[in-house]
């Protein structure tokens, strides 16, 4: 690709948006945010900020006009209907006549019978079947969900994480990022057509992973799993169907998804995965200056 070419990112002011606008805009390419919010993102210099909402397709069109290659994701809740704001980003950017999506699936993917595969396929068919050339990441669960217990640990040492020893491998979205970045700007067709399950370097528990940020904050950390009744409430609260509950904790309580190292990150981007500590101390801030 040439440097005049515009990549467009949708979900700028995300974990793995943030970071991919960064390190696309260090390379000196020619960048696009998208964001709901134009006025709350803080970008590097020379990318230019859009607006754009999925769940308002007519918002879109402007911000595909010119774009060569985009980067998609999704923040739609899970329910037991079909997604409507990826196909909503994809038929924008075929309109505009973008030529390379990266989306942003899930691990697994359309894989297996549950709510989520049958949504994330849906989603995947939706990028596969447009005609253009598609890569997809899966991704499994970030380090970033770590940020959520900031809070608690600003009020003190008990810190309330569900599920917390059961095995994971937790990924940096800025692995994930260069993961896109190394596809969307890819001249070889290397990427074409290819799907990239994502993990980080090593199994770890929600425990574990408490453990490295009591060393990181030299306080002596407590975990409080709480009982399964509160983890649905809590997911209720947060806006997701009681198909995508059910199938959420199915996934986690009678399944080993997740808990795999996978070697795509070092394979793509020739160098291991970052490990939790040192995403952890990345963002020291977060959990030595957050105030309750």
Same mark, same amino acid.
């Given at each position: ?23 696309? %805009?260090?390379?000196?390419?020619? +960048? #696009? !945010?998208?964001? &709901?919010?134009?006025?709350? $993102?803080? /970008?590097?210099? @020379?990318? =230019? ?38 196909? %909503?980003?994809?038929?924008?950017? +075929? #309109? !505009?006549?973008? &030529?390379?999506?990266?989306? $942003?699936? /899930?691990?697994? @993917?359309? =894989? ?181």
């Amino acid at each position: 690709m040439t440097d005049t070419e515009v990549i467009l990112v949708t979900g700028a002011s995300g974990h793995v948006g943030g970071e991919l606008v960064a390190q696309l %805009a260090a390379t000196g390419r020619r +960048v #696009r !945010a998208m964001t &709901r919010k134009p006025h709350d $993102l803080t /970008v590097p210099a @020379g990318v =230019e900020v859009v607006a754009g909402d999925a769940a308002d397709p007519a918002s879109l069109p402007e911000a595909f006009t010119g774009v060569d290659r985009t980067f998609l994701m999704s923040a739609e809740n899970v329910t037991a209907s079909r997604p409507t704001h990826l196909p %909503a980003l994809v038929d924008a950017a +075929v #309109r !505009a006549g973008v &030529r390379h999506l990266v989306l $942003l699936s /899930v691990l697994q @993917g359309g =894989e297996g019978g549950d709510v989520f595969a049958a949504w994330w396929g849906h989603s995947e068919r939706s990028v596969a079947e447009s005609g253009v050339r598609t890569t997809v990441l899966r991704p499994g669960r970030f380090m970033s969900n770590a940020l959520a217990w900031a809070p608690q640990i600003a009020r003190g040492d008990d810190v309330v994480i569900p599920f917390a020893h059961r095995p994971t491998t937790s990924i940096d979205p800025a692995d994930i990022a260069a993961v896109a970045a190394a596809a969307l700007t890819d001249t070889a067709g290397r990427h074409d057509g290819a799907v990239h399950p994502l993990s980080g370097p090593a199994v770890m528990t929600p425990a574990e992973e408490l453990t490295a940020l009591a060393t990181l904050v030299a306080r002596p950390l407590r975990v409080v799993e709480p009982p399964l009744e509160q983890i649905r409430a809590g997911m209720a609260r947060g806006g997701m169907s009681e198909a995508a509950i059910d199938a959420a904790l199915a996934r986690t309580l009678d399944s080993d998804v997740g808990t795999e190292v996978l070697p795509a990150v070092e394979r793509v981007l020739g160098r291991p995965a970052r490990p939790f500590a040192a995403w952890a101390a990345a963002h020291r801030d977060a959990f030595t200056g957050v105030r309750p």
